[in-house]
């Protein structure tokens, strides 16, 4: 996993902590499972990602902090819902050590190895059959920030996914962090144009439709191009409507979260669904 040390695992360097306040045993196995785990896990960056995670039900078999006094404290403030399972499952470790293994530390201190949900499970999450809530499609997404917090708008909208389509990774270290954990929330995959889920799919381009005469439903599939070159032929040809954004003349687009969150909104003010 990128952002991972590859140090050799027989010397954690954490005996003798300054404090005494370290189980180094307990230390040292969490030290050495996260190097097991690191290279297939999905990277929990930071309190906020491991407290998503853990709400919506992922496997987290190694979570790390710098401080763990300071991070139960923050869960007993902001997730008293999660702080039990929290402090059970936090093993401090030297700060050192911890940033070795995750060089871009988060401000909180907190690190953890989630497994990623099946494949098949996300797959039958999106599919048409049962779906009340809208799929979001990124096509061809470039910007891993961005692609993160459309991951975290869709699932505070209640969405049934989100797909990507090209070669950016839906998992990948940056999109996570960007999501703070809420991959675990709503199903999140990759898939090619020719594999995206049943259902009437919606893209969204200059030259469509005023989205304020419509009512999109709830099985739909909202499609989005990058920002740099639009929607891709192969996504294009696949619309069954083409769906514009109010926009003041002469300003070129807005952010692609921006333009979910404005869509998903659009959505929800017209659907039954109550996230």
Not at 71 to 98: F, I, M, N, S
Not at 125 to 136: F, L, N, Q, S, Y
Not at 154 to 174: E, F, I, K, R
């Amino acid at each position: 996993m990128s952002g991972t040390s590859t140090a050799d695992s027989g010397h954690s360097g954490l005996h003798g902590a300054a404090d005494g306040a370290l189980d180094a045993e307990e230390a040292e196995d969490a030290v050495r499972a996260w190097r097991r785990g690191a290279g297939t896990a999905v990277l929990l960056d930071g309190f906020h990602a491991l407290k998503h995670a853990l709400r919506f039900g992922a496997d987290v078999p190694v979570a790390l902090t710098a401080d763990k006094a300071a991070a139960c404290a923050l869960a007993d403030d902001l997730a008293p819902d999660v702080a039990g399972e929290l402090a059970a499952r936090l093993v401090e470790v030297p700060g050192d050590v911890l940033r070795d293994l995750v060089p871009r530390l988060h401000p909180t201190g907190v690190a953890a190895l989630a497994g990623r949900p099946a494949r098949a499970g996300n797959l039958a999450a999106i599919g048409r059959a049962g779906r009340t809530t809208p799929v979001v499609v990124l096509d061809e997404p470039r910007n891993l920030g961005n692609a993160g917090a459309v991951i975290r708008l869709a699932a505070g909208y209640g969405a049934a996914g989100v797909v990507t389509t090209g070669s950016l990774d839906p998992w990948h270290p940056t999109v996570v962090r960007g999501g703070a954990g809420l991959h675990f929330a709503t199903a999140v995959e990759r898939l090619t144009v020719d594999e995206l889920p049943d259902g009437p799919l919606y893209a969204l381009d200059p030259e469509g439709a005023d989205i304020r005469g419509l009512t999109l439903p709830d099985d739909a599939l909202l499609a989005f191009g990058s920002e740099r070159s639009g929607l891709s032929d192969a996504l294009r040809a696949r619309a069954d409507h083409l769906v514009s954004l109010p926009m003041r003349p002469q300003v070129s687009s807005y952010n692609l979260a921006t333009s979910v969150g404005m869509t998903l909104f659009h959505w929800s003010a017209h659907s039954t669904y109550a996230p």
